[in-house]
C-alpha cells in the first residue's frame, strides 16, 4: 500500500488529482485512531495527514484557536487547558472503545462528530467549526467559514465537514470556537431507579431552572465499576441516574442543592465533586464500561440517537431481547449498546427497534467481517439519501476520498 505523507495543500491537492487521474480512491488517516469505525474500504493507498500538525493560531481572549489538520486533539486541549478553556462539546475518546493508542486528530474530531456528554447543552463539533480550509475531491483547495466567533458566510459549508467521515474533502486547516472551563462541578447521584424513572429524572432535571449539563444513567450492572470516579456508589450494583451542574463554585453547590430538592420524588440525591466527578463523566463521555480491555471488549456496541422521551423504553427494549447491556447518555437521546456476539450484531434486531422510536443507530465497533456485511451507517430513507448523495457528489464526483466509508457496496 502506498502511504502519501503530506506536508502542506499543495500535496494533498497533488495526491487528490494523480489519485483521479489513476481512478485510485485514497483513504485519509491522521494518526488512524478510528480507522476501526465505518465500512471496511478497499484502497491501495494512504493520504496521511499526520505532518499537518501545527498550531497556527490560537486567541484566548477572542475564543478561536486556529490548527492544523493533523494536530493531535491531546495536544491541542492540554494548550488550551493551560487557558483555563476546552472544548465545550466534549469530544469521545474512542481509544479505550476500540481498544486503540489514544492519538486522536484535530480533523478526526471534526470527521467523527462525536460529541460528549455536554453536547445537550453545548451542541456538537459542528457547532464549534467556525471555519475550514480543505481540498474537495476535484483536487482543488477551497476555504469555508471565518475566524471569528460572529462571522456571517452565507452558506456555511465548513459544517457539512463534520461527521462526514471524509467522504467529502480533506481538511487541511480548521478555526474552532473553544469556551472557559467551569471553575467547578457538582454530579447528583440518584440511586435505584429503573429507566423508564431515570428518563422521567433526567427530563425534570434538563427541563428545570438550573442549567444541567449532563444527564446519563447507567442500569445496574456487572459493568458498573468500570466507571472511574465513583468510590463507594459504585460497590454496590444498584442503578445510578447522574445530573452535572457546573459554573463558579457557589453557584454549582446552590444549584444542586436546589435541583436534589426539585427532584425529591424520585429519591434522596447523593453528590460528586470536582475530580470524582470530571471522572465520571469522563468514562460516560469514553464508554469506559465497554471498553475493549473489560469483559465486554468482544462485544459489538451500537451508538443510538433516538428522541430523549423515547431512550428509556427503547433502551430497556433492547437489553431484554438481545441479553445486553445499555448505557443511557443525553437524558435518554443518546443510547451505548453492547449486544453479545451474534452474527450481523443483532442489526435487523436494533434498527427494527430503533426505527419504531425515529431514531437511528451507528454500528461503533465490530469485527471487519461483520462491518463488511451489515450497513454501519443506519440506512436514510430515500429522498434523505439522494440529497445525501447529491452533495458527496458536489464535493467529490469520482468518488475518490474514503470510497465506501460511510456506504456498503461503494468500496469497490
Not at 487557558?83 to 484535530?106: C, D, H, M, R, Y
Not at 468500570?226 to 460497590?235: A, I, P, V, Y
Not at 430538592?261 to 447523593?270: D, E, F, I, W, Y
Not at 443507530?361 to 447529491?390: C, K
Request: hydrophobic share 45%.
Amino acid at each position: 500500500m502506498d502511504i502519501l505523507k503530506v506536508r502542506d495543500a499543495r500535496d494533498v491537492e497533488q495526491a487528490v488529482r494523480a489519485a483521479i487521474a489513476s481512478d485510485q480512491p485514497l483513504e485519509i488517516i491522521g494518526h488512524g485512531s478510528k480507522r476501526l469505525i465505518g465500512q471496511p474500504m478497499t484502497t491501495n493507498a494512504v493520504l496521511d495527514l499526520s505532518a499537518l500538525n501545527a498550531v497556527t493560531a490560537y486567541e484566548p481572549n477572542e475564543l478561536i484557536v486556529t490548527v492544523q489538520a493533523g494536530a493531535p486533539l491531546a495536544d491541542v486541549a492540554s494548550l488550551i487547558d493551560s487557558k483555563s478553556q476546552q472544548f465545550a462539546f466534549e469530544p469521545v475518546n474512542t481509544g479505550p472503545l476500540l481498544g486503540t493508542p489514544e492519538i486522536g486528530t484535530i480533523a478526526g474530531m471534526i470527521a467523527a462528530g462525536l460529541a460528549g456528554p455536554r453536547r445537550i447543552k453545548a451542541g456538537g463539533a459542528r457547532d464549534h467549526l467556525l471555519g475550514a480550509q480543505a481540498v474537495s475531491g476535484f483536487g482543488d483547495s477551497f476555504k469555508t467559514g471565518g475566524k471569528v466567533v460572529k462571522n456571517v458566510t452565507g452558506y456555511d459549508l465548513c459544517k457539512l465537514l463534520a461527521g462526514s467521515w471524509g467522504t467529502l474533502a480533506v481538511m487541511i486547516e480548521v478555526t474552532l470556537k473553544v469556551m472557559p472551563r467551569p471553575e467547578s462541578e457538582r454530579t447528583l447521584v440518584l440511586r435505584g431507579l429503573d429507566a423508564i424513572a431515570a428518563n422521567r429524572a433526567m427530563t425534570a432535571a434538563l427541563g428545570s431552572p438550573f442549567d444541567v449539563s449532563g444527564a446519563a444513567h447507567v442500569p445496574n450492572s456487572a459493568f458498573l465499576s468500570e466507571l472511574s470516579g465513583l468510590g463507594e456508589f459504585g460497590r454496590g450494583r444498584e442503578a445510578l441516574t447522574l445530573l452535572r451542574l457546573e459554573g463558579i463554585t457557589a453557584s454549582a453547590a446552590h444549584r444542586a442543592d436546589a435541583l436534589a430538592k426539585a427532584l425529591s420524588a424520585h429519591g434522596p440525591a447523593q453528590m460528586l465533586e470536582d475530580a470524582a466527578s470530571a471522572a465520571v463523566w469522563s468514562s460516560i463521555r469514553d464508554v469506559k464500561p465497554f471498553a475493549a480491555s473489560g469483559a465486554l471488549g468482544a462485544w459489538p456496541v451500537w451508538r443510538i440517537v433516538c428522541p430523549p422521551a423515547s431512550g428509556g423504553a427503547l433502551g430497556e427494549r433492547l437489553a431484554r431481547d438481545t441479553g445486553g447491556d445499555v448505557i443511557y447518555d443525553w437524558g435518554g437521546g443518546l443510547i451505548w449498546a453492547a449486544l453479545p456476539p451474534r452474527p450481523a450484531a443483532g442489526a435487523a434486531l436494533v434498527r427494527q427497534h430503533v426505527d419504531a422510536a425515529f431514531g437511528h443507530a451507528t454500528l461503533i465497533r465490530a469485527p471487519e467481517q461483520v462491518r463488511r456485511n451489515v450497513d454501519v451507517f443506519h440506512p436514510q430513507p430515500g429522498g434523505l439519501a439522494g440529497l445525501s448523495e447529491r452533495v458527496r457528489l458536489s464535493f467529490d464526483p469520482k468518488n475518490i476520498l474514503n470510497r465506501g466509508r460511510m456506504r456498503r457496496g461503494l468500496s469497490a
